[in-house]
């Protein structure tokens, strides 16, 4: 089964900086996606940032990137100009290609990201 | 369309009682997805259809949890005997077959059992 671990529960940054949030995973597949979603207090859920393993370029939408390791099975995420709106719990994802149940997405438990001023 | 949708928001119950969640995803995704979130954990599958068809379920859904979509379209998870243990976050997520992964999720049903 795969796991997906998040180390840091709580991380802080100020406004405009720059701030990395880690991830790791464990499988013994090849092909799989990884995911990064945001979680606003008391909002839905919504996806920031997808990777194909299969791809060794890095995914990049806007202030956000990844660097992604494939063979260090290591998933961060890279927010650029911080703004008071990233504040958010960060979940790292990971969903196998090869299973026949498609997208079935298995969390981390999270990063809280606080922006200050 | 607006979105997934999920009804009720917030449900305080009775331990021993019967509840239910809506749940209506975007028209045009064909596949649905049910997670529970407890504090401080990330979400945890629970199932999954693809149309009307329950195509999985987690270990973690017992014989009290039972979840349908008929029709394909809104999906219905009941819990029977609601236990305090059952106290979580219930998300709807809805997808389209060719974007495995991107999940749109709904605002989630915040069940208190007491």
């Known amino acids: 089964a795969q796991t997906v671990t998040q180390s840091q529960p709580e991380m802080s940054v100020q406004e405009a900086e720059t701030v990395t949030l880690s991830c790791t995973y464990d499988?013994?597949?090849?092909?799989?996606?990884l995911f990064w979603y945001k979680q606003p207090p008391s909002r839905q859920m919504i996806l920031v940032i997808r990777q194909e393993a299969y791809k060794q370029q890095n995914a990049t939408e806007n202030r956000f990137s990844v660097n992604f390791q494939k063979a260090a099975k290591s998933f961060s995420l890279k927010i650029s100009d911080s703004q008071l709106g990233d504040t958010a719990m960060y979940f790292c994802?990971?969903?196998?290609?090869?299973?026949?149940?498609?997208?079935?997405?298995?969390f981390g438990t999270g990063t809280r990201l606080q922006v200050t001023l | 369309d607006t979105g997934v949708s999920q009804d009720p928001r917030h449900k305080i119950t009775k331990r021993g009682q019967n509840v239910t969640f809506r749940c209506d995803p975007i028209?045009?995704?064909?596949?649905l997805y049910w997670y529970r979130q407890t504090l401080g954990q990330g979400p945890e599958f629970l199932t999954y259809?693809?149309?009307?068809?329950?195509?999985?379920k987690s270990r973690l859904l017992s014989d009290r949890f039972s979840a349908e979509r008929p029709k394909g379209s809104f999906s219905t998870l009941e819990i029977q005997r609601t236990e305090q243990g059952d106290s979580a976050m219930y998300l709807c997520a809805s997808s389209h077959f060719s974007r495995s992964g991107e999940l749109f999720f709904g605002e989630g049903s915040r069940l208190t059992v007491l």
């Open positions: 994802a990971y969903a196998s290609i090869n299973t026949g149940t498609a997208s079935k997405l298995t």
């Open positions: 499988t013994s597949e090849n092909n799989y996606y």
């Open positions: 259809f693809q149309n009307e068809a329950q195509l999985e």
């Open positions: 028209s045009e995704h064909n596949r």
